[in-house]
């Protein structure tokens, strides 16, 4: 079955910016969605923005200036990268298969600080 | 503060029935968009239990149930057991500039007394 596996720097310095990239296996990148959610401690989920394998995207219009999705259908893996991070950025970042109808299934997630 | 609300926690015995209630608005359950529900456990990443509101995929108990009517939704435990405690949030879409935009539910923590 496919899974998916974040990875990326676990400290980034404020103003500064965030890039994490999913390893698919298991299955290949087409012909799905694929989704970024973060979970900042001690608050619910939040959705950050989803690409389609060919490229399109869509993302969470609280963080779309600073954020970008992207798909390599060579390599079976999509990044992210969120700029000019704060503190408030500080969560546990998870990649997963879908656009929310239904998002399954998840990674184990990668947890990103934002200190300096 | 989530698009979708849901109460911060509920709690039960060991065997009873719990439910949790997620509701929105005319932008998004009650445009008719499907719900899904999620549970969350410590340490792991959010599992699938309930998609298109009342679907159980493959391998989720039959204690877990969903429906959805009007602008909520409701996901039901039955049979409430201590590995059900965790953290279970609600997901729907709303229409968006670009598409449609996945919404969350703040989430709501079951506890097994």
């Known amino acids: 079955q496919v899974q998916l596996q974040e990875s990326g720097p676990r400290l980034v310095k404020p103003s500064g910016t965030l890039s994490l990239t999913c390893a698919v296996s298991g299955d290949s990148i087409r012909p799905f969605y694929w989704s970024w959610v973060r979970h900042p401690p001690g608050k619910g989920l939040e959705w950050i923005g989803y690409?389609?394998?060919?490229?399109?995207?869509n993302y969470n219009p609280s963080l779309k200036n600073r954020v970008t999705i992207s798909v390599n259908t060579s390599t079976d893996q999509v990044s992210l990268t969120l700029t000019s991070v704060t503190p408030a950025d500080t969560a546990v970042y998870y990649c997963?298969?879908?656009?929310?109808?239904?998002?399954?299934?998840w990674g184990q997630g990668t947890l990103v600080t934002v200190s300096s | 503060q989530s698009v979708l609300t849901q109460p911060p926690s509920v709690s039960g015995a060991p065997g009873q029935r719990v439910s949790i209630s997620c509701t929105g608005t005319?932008?998004?359950?009650?445009?008719?968009?499907?719900v899904q529900w999620y549970q969350k456990v410590q340490g792991a990443a959010p599992k699938l239990l309930i998609d298109e509101s009342s679907n159980r995929p493959s391998g989720v108990p039959d204690r877990f149930s969903g429906s959805k009517s009007g602008s909520s939704a409701t996901l039901a435990i039955t049979g409430l057991r201590g590995e059900d405690e965790g953290d279970y949030y609600c997901?729907?879409?709303?229409?968006?500039?670009?598409?449609?935009?996945?919404?969350f539910g703040g989430g709501t923590k079951v506890t097994v007394l």
């Open positions: 005319s932008s998004n359950i009650g445009a008719g968009f499907d």
């Open positions: 997963t298969r879908g656009r929310g109808d239904p998002l399954d299934p």
């Open positions: 690409i389609y394998y060919k490229g399109n995207t």
């Open positions: 997901q729907s879409f709303e229409r968006g500039l670009n598409g449609f935009e996945v919404v």
